[in-house]
């Protein structure tokens, strides 16, 4: 299993943080911490502190949804992330797939946030290997509306819900990512076959909407 932290651990966590970096840079991409929450505003104030990247769902409390935020860090200090956060946090690898030309439009723009489970058939490796060679390039022709796309893929899950990956689909508008997220029906389709080769679609969860904002 990804989410196995001792409870005694103190030094164990930077040692572990810094033990990664050389299997993200193999995989072309940048490590982080990500935390969910289900307080937007603790979220918030974490994000902040630490000039990390937030992500907010703007949906009424009562909302039903994995989580209302995900605040996304550089740092090799875990305790803050694992004091506030109540929801999971997890070491990632950033891949950026396809970057948006103009941060200021990023930020106003809306990004739809999936969360993946690995096909149970499949190897954490295996399925973040077709995720990252085969689903990205097909995800690029087929959501021609995305204006940017992330990968990041969990290396490690130290408390929280267990994931594989969490997608990051990004549009100018949220009409853009309701409207226009596929580009025809026969897209959706090689999408959801797609999908269904490497993750566990019934066992992921629902998707999240957000918006970003950049403190760092």
């Not at 096909?119 to 204006?147: C, F, G, Q, V, Y």
């Not at 309701?178 to 992921?204: C, L, M, P, Q, W």
Request: charged fraction near 30%; include cysteine; proline fraction near 3%.
């Amino acid at each position: 299993t990804l989410c196995q932290f001792p409870e005694n651990a103190t030094i164990l966590d930077r040692t572990f943080i810094k033990s990664q970096r050389d299997r993200a840079m193999k995989l072309k991409s940048h490590l982080e911490l990500c935390a969910t929450f289900t307080d937007s505003e603790t979220a918030r104030s974490i994000a902040e502190e630490l000039k990390g990247r937030l992500y907010t769902d703007e949906r009424p409390s009562n909302a039903k949804r994995p989580f209302a935020a995900m605040v996304c860090v550089h740092t090799d200090d875990l305790s803050a992330l694992m004091q506030a956060a109540d929801v999971a946090v997890y070491l990632v690898a950033r891949r950026q797939v396809k970057e948006h030309t103009d941060p200021v439009v990023r930020c106003a723009g809306a990004i739809g946030v999936f969360g993946m489970v690995k096909h149970p058939n499949l190897t954490h490796e295996e399925s973040d290997a077709h995720w990252r060679d085969k689903h990205a390039p097909l995800a690029l022709e087929i959501h021609t509306a995305m204006s940017h796309y992330m990968q990041l893929s969990v290396l490690h899950c130290f408390k929280g819900t267990e994931l594989d990956g969490i997608a990051l689909c990004g549009f100018d508008s949220l009409e853009d990512l309701k409207e226009r997220f596929y580009n025809s029906k026969e897209g959706e389709r090689r999408i959801f076959e797609d999908v269904s080769t490497f993750a566990d679609a019934r066992n992921s969860p629902r998707r999240v909407i957000v918006k970003e904002t950049d403190f760092g």
